[in-house]
Nanobody, 119 residues
């Protein structure tokens, strides 16, 4: 069973930075796409940034010049470096990964972590 655990969230003043981490555990054969989503109260979950196994990246226009996604395959971990945080970035952030643990690729979600940027 694949488990994704996020860390690094918290409260920061607007203009500050945070780095989120998400580590996958379990009997993993391969990790394909990894991504970060976020969901603010009363809003739909939205894609923030995504990185595939070839390290091709894409991100939402609202964060493109401020957030950077990266991964460390040796640690089965994906990161989200968030700079110049704005109050509108306040959300619960979720890690998502497509993981093959021996029976074919499946999608898995982390439990979510709160990020708050205060004005």
């Amino acid at each position: 069973q694949v488990r994704l655990v996020e860390s690094g969230g918290g409260l920061v003043q607007a203009g500050g930075s945070l780095r989120l981490s998400c580590a996958a555990s379990g009997t993993i054969s391969r990790i394909y796409t990894m991504a970060w989503y976020r969901q603010a109260p009363g809003k739909q979950r939205e894609l923030v940034a995504i990185i595939d196994s070839g390290e091709n990246r894409n991100s939402a226009e609202s964060v493109r010049d401020r957030f950077t996604i990266s991964r460390d395959n040796s640690k089965n971990t994906v990161y989200l470096q968030m700079n110049s945080l704005k109050p509108e970035d306040t959300s619960v952030y979720y890690c998502y990964a497509v993981v093959d643990y021996g029976s074919g690729p499946v999608g898995a979600w982390g439990q979510g972590i709160q990020v708050t940027a205060s004005s």
